[in-house]
């Protein structure tokens, strides 16, 4: 698959679904990039089928959702396997993401989250029986993400 070139009216599209994607219509994208409906809901699917939108999830507060503990766990796996091993770390009960590291000797980020102690401990145990290393481990106090600015129209605008 070749890289997908976005133009201004799919990074509008981008930036409006990594606001609120659950409730923003496709007339309300199409009245802030100055499209029409058809031509929102056409690029959307464009973009999901290039990949370039992967999916749509909740952003959950596990805190207040009953687990209170957010654990990064930095791994180690031979360079030649870490990719493999991706969707095994994901299959671990507490898992919630994993990144594939590309620079420095942990080249795995595991973010696990759980009600206790013991919770964090059986996802450690899984990944140390997966033959990883766990090199660090670091307790997370809060989590905010934010829209990606580069695909703002408020960014496009400086630029010109």
């Known amino acids: 698959m070749t890289e997908y070139e976005l133009d201004d009216i799919d990074r509008e599209i981008i930036y409006a679904l990594q606001e609120d994607a659950r409730n923003l219509s496709s007339g309300e994208i199409a009245d802030r990039t100055d499209a029409s409906s058809s031509t929102v809901r056409k690029r959307i699917q464009r973009l999901e089928s290039e990949g370039v939108i992967k999916g749509y999830s909740a952003s959950v507060d596990y805190q207040k959702s009953g687990y209170p503990l957010r654990m990064l766990l930095f791994c180690t796996a031979p360079i030649p396997e870490r990719g493999e091993r991706l969707q095994d770390i994901l299959d671990i009960p507490g898992v919630v993401s994993v990144q594939e590291l590309v620079t420095g000797e942990q080249n795995l980020l595991v973010t696990a989250v759980g009600e206790t102690d013991e919770d964090i401990t059986a996802v450690a145990n899984a990944l140390l029986d997966m033959e990883l290393t766990v090199a660090d481990e670091v307790l997370v106090r809060s989590h905010e993400t934010t829209p ?10 400086d630029e010109e």
């Not at 990606?148 to 605008?157: I, K, T």
């Open 148 to 157: 990606f600015d580069d695909l703002s129209p408020e960014r496009a605008e």
